[in-house]
């Protein structure tokens, strides 16, 4: 049996440090990071969790919107398969990123690399799906490391920080049975006002704390799936603020990873309470008593149904 880098998946609900944490991660010498740091091609519409799992043969989109046009591809008789094929090759192997630069697979493979694999995965998906979906994951995974000129056995983990990751934490678990899951938590009224300013989220404060909170149950109810040594939750403002090294050590302990100079020297000099934003809904001029009852609200809507927020200012 092929051995394969064993798979760490950093996820929250957005803007709660999941990039952060990789980045951290990526400073150790048994880690590789994915470049780009959210692969998308696992958890986006379309990506290899939709093409292998039972029952969502049709639709694959979240939105009412894009369910319509899952329709109009399957009654087209467009599969599943080719729609992936054709959205690894554009949309996930190269796009602008905010910066005004290129982002995706383009970071750390050429299209011809990526075709030479896709055609292996083409050939073997009718007979045997879910294998030649979890072999393309891994090959690609390991290109990126050929690509730097290193071996993949010379890492433990292949680390990405698709922030979704653990809304799919349950599929993940059943199509890569050995990942482990990062999941890292942040004060909702912060993410709140951190989305707002980002293209992908909602504009509005006040949606963005119920946007938050859908996404905080949805990843709970997920990682029910997922055995309990495979996962560790972190709050983003123990890690940078509270109980640093604390928090530090239980993320090294939880991946059995040793300390290294590079590593924590990464963590000391980068991951500072001056480079978090907290409180700033509290300087803004949204109608704060009302933010906060609806805050208060939605903690207490998570806590009935087990999901319990730890408010720490």
Request: proline fraction near 4%; glycine fraction near 6%.
């Amino acid at each position: 049996m092929t051995e394969h880098l064993q798979s760490v998946f950093s996820g929250g609900t957005g803007r709660s440090g999941t990039t952060s944490v990789v980045n951290l991660l990526s400073r150790h010498s048994l880690v590789h990071t994915s470049l780009p740091r959210e692969i998308r091609f696992l958890t986006d519409p379309y990506g290899l969790l939709d093409i292998t799992s039972p029952g969502r043969r049709i639709f694959f989109s979240r939105s009412s919107q894009g369910k319509i046009g899952d329709l109009k591809k399957f009654l087209t008789g467009k599969k599943a398969v080719d729609i992936f094929s054709k959205r690894i090759r554009t949309n996930w192997f190269e796009n602008m990123g905010k910066n005004g630069k290129p982002r995706g697979l383009v970071q750390s493979m050429t299209l011809p690399q990526l075709e030479i694999e896709l055609k292996i995965f083409r050939e073997d998906f009718p007979n045997a799906p879910l294998q030649a979906s979890r072999d393309l994951y891994h090959r690609l995974a390991e290109l990126q490391i050929e690509n730097i000129g290193k071996t993949p056995s010379t890492f433990k983990y292949f680390a990405d920080s698709t922030p979704i990751n653990i809304l799919h934490a349950k599929e993940i678990h059943a199509f890569l049975p050995e990942s482990k899951f990062v999941n890292m938590v942040r004060d909702g009224r912060d993410v709140a006002f951190s989305v707002i300013n980002e293209r992908w989220g909602p504009s509005d404060p006040f949606d963005a704390i119920t946007w938050w909170s859908k996404r905080m149950l949805a990843g709970f109810q997920s990682l029910k799936n997922v055995p309990l040594d495979q996962q560790i939750t972190l709050r983003l403002e123990d890690l940078i603020v509270n109980r640093r090294e604390e928090t530090y050590s239980s993320l090294l302990t939880f991946l059995d990873l040793n300390d290294e100079k590079k590593l924590h020297t990464y963590f000391d000099e980068n991951l500072l309470a001056t480079k978090m934003t907290q409180g700033a809904w509290k300087n803004s001029e949204i109608d704060k008593a009302k933010f906060e009852a609806l805050y208060q609200r939605e903690l207490a809507k998570l806590a009935d149904k087990g999901c319990v927020v730890d408010q720490l200012y």
